[in-house]
Structure formats: structure tokens, C-alpha cells
């Protein structure tokens, strides 16, 4: 079902820590990409209650700054290691479909959420930032 009939049908995640996240990821990586277009008829959501992002038409800008870093509350700690390993080298592999500009961009945002976890992770612990996700 997508999002938007969970809300219609006030369905609850069995599992509600395990949904947030979920929820945690699809906002780090909206950042990641800039994705200005995540809507309720863009998640959709499994029989699992695992959360699907699609339609990322309204993404992959040129900024190199956050799109509203208060998104960021938490991180899956695969997911960050991850971040930290893109470079222009490894994404270019995704030049037939995004420009070598809005890879720029990406690197940026990426820069800019490294470093606001790093700085999350040196205040409040990493227990209180980092979660390792269940496998799918």
C-alpha cells in the first residue's frame, strides 16, 4: 500500500520503533539527493511494513547545502559508513542519468550530513545517533 492509504485507513506499524526507523533512512537519503517531491504517494509500504521510497523525478539538485537539516534525527550506522565512501569515482557510474554537476551536488549534501552526524555523534553518543537496521 502506499503511505497515503495507511494514513486514509489510520493504520499503526506493528512494529512502531522498526517504522521510525525506516522513517530515519528515507529522510537522510532525501537529503542526500535533495529530493523535493517526497509525498505520501511516494512511500510505499510492503507487507512487512517496510517502507519503499519511489519517484525521485524532483531530485539530484545542484546544492551542496541540506534541504532542511531538522530531518536529521537519527542514522542507520551501514548507511553512513556508506555515505562516507562515495566519491566522484564510484558515482560516476550514474553519469548516463544525473549530470556531473548534480554529482557535485550530491558529494556536497553528503559532505554536509557527514558532518552534521559526526557533530551529533560528539555531543550525544553514538547510541543516541547510530542504529543498526535489521537486514532486509
Same mark, same amino acid.
Given at each position: ?19 521510525? /526507523? ?12 535533495? +529530493? @523535493?517531491?517526497? +509525498?505520501?504517494?511516494? /512511500? ?12 525521485? @523525478? ?6 551542496? @547545502? ?13 548507511? /553512513? ?5 562515495? +566519491?566522484?569515482?564510484?558515482?560516476? @557510474? ?5 549530470? *556531473?554537476?548534480?554529482?557535485? *551536488?550530491?558529494? *556536497? ?15 550525544? *553518543?553514538?547510541?543516541?545517533? /547510530? ?6
Amino acid at each position: 500500500m502506499m503511505e497515503v492509504d495507511r494514513q486514509k485507513k489510520k493504520l499503526t506499524a506493528p512494529n512502531l520503533d522498526a517504522w521510525n /526507523l525506516e522513517m530515519y533512512i528515507v529522510r537522510v537519503f532525501d537529503q542526500l539527493i535533495y +529530493n @523535493t517531491d517526497r +509525498n505520501l504517494q511516494n /512511500l510505499m509500504i510492503d507487507p512487512d511494513w517496510r517502507i519503499w521510497m519511489i519517484d525521485h @523525478t524532483r531530485a539530484f539538485r545542484l546544492y551542496t @547545502t541540506l534541504k532542511d537539516k531538522k530531518n536529521l534525527v537519527r542514522c542507520d550506522r551501514k548507511l /553512513l559508513d556508506q555515505m562516507r565512501a562515495l +566519491n566522484a569515482e564510484t558515482l560516476s @557510474t550514474l553519469k548516463p542519468y544525473v549530470t *556531473g554537476a548534480e554529482i557535485k *551536488g550530491l558529494l *556536497g549534501r553528503r559532505d554536509a550530513i557527514v558532518k552534521f552526524f559526526d557533530s551529533e555523534i560528539k555531543q550525544k *553518543g553514538e547510541a543516541a545517533v /547510530l542504529y543498526d537496521r535489521p537486514a532486509r
